[in-house]
């Protein structure tokens, strides 16, 4: 069944007179497919709704909305590629975007977006997704990485409460940490890391603190360098862990969504998420739970943060790029993009749609996410030909290792570089 109906949207998208309501010659008809991997409830509704009020204003240009998934797109995308079959609108993050875009999978949308789009985001977020001189996707909904804190706790601990103007320091954090361990009492944490996946998080709060960790030669050739600011963030994780024990050691394996249950029942004062877990809090927290929304913390750079922006890019293959690029506009015109950022409970990179009063609302700490944009960068990896295997094969088990102190800075450092660079020379011959 699978099969057919893969066929068959081949067919709707690519040949005349397959059916009633396709791209057939008597109907001029164009089909596209849109491929989205909204997966909130409040997300897939938005999406499908944008998908429904462009189909009923262009009659002539259909969209079809597929559900792909954040779990296996890598690889369902390079499988579709490389079969013919890859959708012509694309929903992606800009790290998975690299291999695509030198690969010649996406179009370059250079000269196919309307000039309002391209001036409403901000250069730092273009950059996300601009690989050699081409941009492969466009930045729309991006995710600050936020403390999320205890009210009652903290509050009661008489620590100093960090703004958006005024972060914590990395050393003032790990403090605060140990501050708040020692008056929680036994099995209690100041704070609780979900580093299942560390790499992302060590990364891009990284910046704050100088760390780049990927640097680009003359050449266009990137090696990876070791500097001592890429070591505060692990640094710092690490001692909280392994010498203050004011971090759980348990949560590390965990996802973000596993640490909840214990952030309710008050075992950890503080959890470093991203900024849609909020929903989730919102959703699940006890009655009278008390909770805030705390900045990172920050370091000499100040509170700059990486991000991988959500995209959307066009299917080199199909045959209707500005027909794609016209959907594409319609589903970011700042109202748009104000839904599709409530709907996933996210900040959009259009500064016309970040300016929304309802963007700044106190509640559920949407000020506060608001007022961290205007820091947010690309992510050091963005541009990286290998990281996925980097991240997969060397950075992963290597922070996993360090985090847990099985092993020191020093074999850290040799495996994210010695072994990394040996990954990323493969893909830059």
Not at 231 to 260: C, E, F, I, Y
Not at 290 to 315: C, M
Not at 328 to 352: C, E, H, Y
Not at 412 to 426: F, I, P, Q, Y
Request: some cysteine.
């Amino acid at each position: 069944m699978r099969r057919l109906a893969a066929a068959a949207a081949v067919c709707a998208l690519l040949l005349t007179g397959c059916s009633a309501d396709g791209g057939g010659a008597d109907s001029g008809r164009i089909t596209l497919r849109f491929q989205s991997l909204a997966w909130q409830q409040e997300s897939v509704d938005a999406n499908k709704e944008l998908v429904k009020e462009w189909n009923t204003s262009h009659p002539d240009i259909r969209v079809e909305y597929v559900q792909g998934s954040w779990d296996s797109v890598h690889d369902q995308l390079l499988t579709s590629f490389e079969g013919g079959e890859a959708p012509d609108i694309i929903h992606d993050a800009s790290d998975d975007l690299a291999d695509f875009a030198y690969g010649g999978y996406l179009a370059d949308l250079s000269g196919l977006l309307p000039e309002r789009l391209t001036a409403d985001i901000p250069r730092q977020s273009w950059e996300s997704a601009t690989f050699g001189k081409g941009v492969y996707g466009v930045p729309f909904l991006q995710e600050p990485r936020v403390l999320i804190a205890n009210k009652k706790i903290l509050d009661s601990s008489g620590v100093r409460i960090p703004t958006a103007d005024k972060p914590w320091s990395w050393e003032e954090f790990r403090q605060v940490t140990k501050t708040l361990t020692e008056e929680m009492g036994e099995g209690k944490y100041g704070v609780a890391w979900p580093l299942k996946e560390p790499v992302s998080v060590t990364l891009n709060l990284g910046l704050s603190a100088g760390g780049q960790l990927f640097h680009r030669g003359d050449d266009g050739k990137v090696t990876i360098k070791f500097t001592d600011g890429d070591g505060v963030v692990p640094g710092t994780v690490h001692d909280q862990v392994n010498t203050d024990k004011s971090a759980s050691r348990t949560t590390l394996g965990m996802g973000g969504s596993d640490t909840l249950p214990g952030f309710f029942g008050g075992k950890y004062a503080m959890v470093p998420l991203g900024f849609s877990y909020r929903q989730q809090i919102v959703q699940q927290a006890p009655k009278g739970f008390e909770w805030t929304v705390l900045p990172a913390p920050a370091g000499p750079e100040g509170p700059a943060q990486g991000v991988s922006p959500q995209t959307l890019s066009v299917a080199e293959d199909t045959p209707h790029k500005k027909e794609a690029a016209r959907f594409i506009d319609f589903m970011l015109q700042p109202r748009n993009m104000v839904r599709l950022a409530k709907g996933d409970w996210m900040l959009p990179t259009g500064s016309k749609a970040l300016a929304d009063p309802a963007l700044h609302t106190d509640e559920a700490g949407w000020s506060t996410g608001a007022a961290l944009a205007r820091d947010l960068r690309s992510a050091p990896a963005q541009s990286v030909r290998g990281y996925p295997e980097w991240k997969d094969k060397v950075a992963t088990p290597a922070l996993q290792e360090y985090y847990s102190g099985a092993i020191d800075a020093a074999e850290l450092e040799k495996r994210l570089v010695n072994d990394g660079n040996l990954v990323l020379s493969r893909y830059q011959r």
